[in-house]
C-alpha cells in the first residue's frame, strides 16, 4: 500500500470484547463538581438561564452543529474582528486528536491522547475549568504517520456522552458526572479489515438508536445500538449491498471478495425526503440510503475513486430532493435527484474534475455549494459551485499571488515574499454563521468572510500561536464563542457583539 497524501478526517480497543454495561469498577474520575445538569431536551433547546452560561444562543453537541450540516443559527456576531483577533477568553492545553470539541450547556467535551491513554474530558464553557474526566488504555498507531489520537467528536444528549476511539471502542457516558454507563469494542465484536487512518466517523442518535459506522464484514458496515444499553438493534451495508452492483465501470458489475474495507470516514446523516427518513451513509464503495429504523436498504449509488489509497471523507449535502457527493483522490462530485418513491434517483450531474472534497464537508448557501476542493495542501481551493448544474462560479487559496511566493515565518506565521502576513488556506474548513463564514486554514489562519456566488470577500483575518499546522478540525461556534481545536491546544475566543447597557 502506498503511503497516502496528507489527509485527515473532520471530524471521530483495549481489553476485553463485545458491548458491555458499567461495573463498580468503573475508569471514570470526576475532578470538580459539575455544573447544572444539562437541562431536559437540551440538544433541540436553547438553553437560556444557567448559573454557569450567561448567553443567549445554541448548543452545538453534536458534529457539524445542530442540523449537521456546518450552519449555526447565531446571531449578534462580530461583522468585523479586531486587529490581532477576537478576545481569548480562554484555552487549554490538551492531548493529540483530530476531532472538534462539542457544547451542551455549561460543557464542553473533547476528546482527545495523552501517551497511552484516550481521554475524554469535560470542561466549563465559560472559563476552561475541569468538571471531570474519563480516560481508558489505547495502543493505537496510525499506519501513515499521523497523530494517534481520536478523530471523531463527541456526541452529547442531556444526559449522556457518546465517545467512538480510533481503535472502534464505542463508549457511552454519564454527562453530569461522566461515569462509564456502557461500553462496546467494535474491532473485537465485528471483523472490521484493518483500515487506513483508523475508525474516524463519529456516529449519529435517531431516535433512541445510536448509529455507527462500524465497517463489518460481511454485513455490518453500519450497525445501530440502542442508545441507553448499548445493545446491537440492526446491522446493514456490506456484501449483501455491493455485491454485483453496478459500479462506474460499465459492464464490469462489483465482485465482492469479503476482504473490502466496509469503514467510511464520512459521517452518516439523517435527512426527510419526500416524508420519509433517509439514514445517508457514504461507505468507501458509495452512497446507501437506509430505513433508520430497520436498517433496509432503499437505494445505492457507486461513488468511490479508482484509487486504491483513497477514502469518502466528506458528508453528504441534502437539499429538498438532491443529494451531494464529493469526494478527493480523482473522484470528484456528483447530485442525485430522489425519486418520490424512495427507492431510485436521477443522476442529474457528474464531474470527475468537480469539487472533491477531502474531508471538509461542503455548505450549501442561496443555490450554491462552498467547499474546499482538493487532495493536496498546494492546490487546494475554496470554490464556489452551482448545485444544480455542478458549474464552478469561482475559487481561491486566500491568496492572490503565485503560491511559490509564500514562506513560513520565524514565528510560523505565513507570509509573502516581502514578509509580510498573508492568508492561504490549503485544505481549510468552515462555519456559517450570522450571514458569513469563518474559515480555518490548515496552517492555523482565521479568516471571517462573505460568500456569495460572485464573489469572495475576506472582512478580517487572525493568527494565534496556540492553533497551527495541521489545524483540521472545523470551527464550532456556540453562544457568540468560537472553539478552535489543534494538535495540542483547545481554544475558546469571544466572537459576540458587546452587549449594550441598555439591553
Known amino acids: 500500500m502506498q503511503m497516502l497524501n496528507r489527509f485527515i478526517l473532520i471530524c471521530l480497543c483495549t481489553i476485553g470484547s463485545g458491548c458491555d454495561s458499567a461495573t463498580s469498577s468503573d475508569r471514570g474520575s470526576s475532578v470538580a463538581q459539575a455544573g447544572d445538569a444539562a437541562k431536559p431536551d437540551a440538544i433541540k433547546e436553547t438553553d437560556k438561564n444557567t448559573k454557569a452560561n450567561d448567553r443567549l444562543g445554541d448548543d452545538w453537541p453534536v458534529f457539524l452543529g445542530p442540523h449537521g450540516t456546518g450552519v449555526s443559527d447565531e446571531t449578534g456576531l462580530l461583522d468585523e474582528w479586531p486587529a490581532i483577533g477576537p478576545r481569548v477568553l480562554w484555552e487549554k492545553r490538551i492531548g493529540k486528536g483530530y476531532s472538534s470539541p462539542s457544547i451542551l450547556g455549561s460543557q464542553v467535551v473533547v476528546h482527545h491522547r495523552q501517551r497511552d491513554r484516550d481521554i475524554v474530558e469535560c470542561v466549563n464553557v465559560v472559563d476552561g475549568k475541569p468538571i471531570w474526566k474519563y480516560e481508558y488504555e489505547t495502543n493505537f498507531s496510525d499506519p501513515y504517520g499521523y497523530n494517534n489520537g481520536p478523530r471523531c467528536s463527541p456526541l452529547l444528549t442531556k444526559t449522556r456522552c457518546y465517545t467512538f476511539g480510533a481503535q472502534g471502542r464505542l463508549v457511552c457516558l454519564d454527562l453530569e458526572t461522566g461515569k462509564l454507563v456502557w461500553e462496546c469494542e467494535t ?127 466528506a458528508r453528504p449535502v441534502v437539499v429538498d430532493d438532491l443529494v451531494f457527493l464529493s469526494a478527493a483522490y480523482e473522484t470528484g462530485a456528483a447530485l442525485l435527484r430522489i425519486h418520490p418513491d424512495n427507492e ?38 475554496l470554490q464556489c459551485v452551482d448545485l444544480k448544474t455542478g458549474d464552478l462560479e469561482w475559487e481561491t487559496n486566500g491568496y492572490s499571488g503565485p503560491v511559490t511566493d509564500l514562506r513560513s515565518g520565524n514565528d510560523g506565521e505565513i507570509v509573502d515574499a516581502k514578509g509580510k502576513p498573508a492568508t492561504f488556506f490549503g485544505r481549510g474548513s468552515k462555519t456559517a454563521a450570522d450571514g458569513k463564514f469563518v474559515m480555518l486554514g490548515e496552517r492555523g489562519i482565521l479568516v471571517l468572510a462573505k460568500l456569495s456566488r460572485e464573489k469572495y470577500e475576506p472582512l478580517s483575518r487572525a493568527t494565534y500561536p496556540q492553533i497551527h499546522y495541521p489545524a483540521w478540525a472545523a470551527p464550532v461556534i456556540s453562544r457568540g464563542r468560537l472553539f478552535l481545536r489543534s494538535e495540542d491546544h483547545l481554544l475558546c475566543l469571544d466572537i459576540a457583539k458587546p452587549v449594550k447597557d441598555d439591553q
Open 187 to 313: 474491532s473485537k465484536k465485528w471483523k472490521v479489515p484493518d483500515h487506513f487512518f483508523g475508525a474516524g466517523c463519529t456516529p449519529i442518535l435517531e431516535g433512541n438508536l445510536l448509529i455507527v459506522l462500524v465497517g463489518g464484514q460481511p454485513n455490518s458496515g453500519v450497525v445501530a445500538f440502542n442508545a441507553e444499553t448499548g445493545d446491537p438493534v440492526w446491522e446493514s451495508v456490506g456484501e449483501k449491498t455491493w455485491d454485483g452492483a453496478e459500479t462506474d465501470q460499465k459492464g464490469k458489475p462489483y465482485q465482492w471478495t469479503g476482504e473490502e474495507m466496509v469503514v467510511s470516514y464520512s459521517s452518516p446523516i439523517v435527512a426527510t425526503i419526500h416524508g420519509a427518513k433517509h439514514l445517508l451513509c457514504l461507505v468507501r464503495q458509495g452512497l446507501v440510503s437506509l430505513d433508520p429504523e430497520h436498517g433496509n436498504v432503499r437505494f445505492k449509488y457507486w461513488f468511490r475513486s479508482r484509487i486504491n489509497d483513497s477514502v469518502n471523507a
Open 344 to 381: 431510485n434517483y436521477d443522476v442529474v450531474w457528474r464531474n470527475r474534475r468537480g469539487m472533491s472534497t477531502h474531508w471538509s464537508t461542503p455548505i450549501y448557501q442561496d443555490g450554491c455549494l462552498y467547499g474546499f476542493s482538493g487532495r493536496h495542501e498546494g492546490e487546494a481551493m
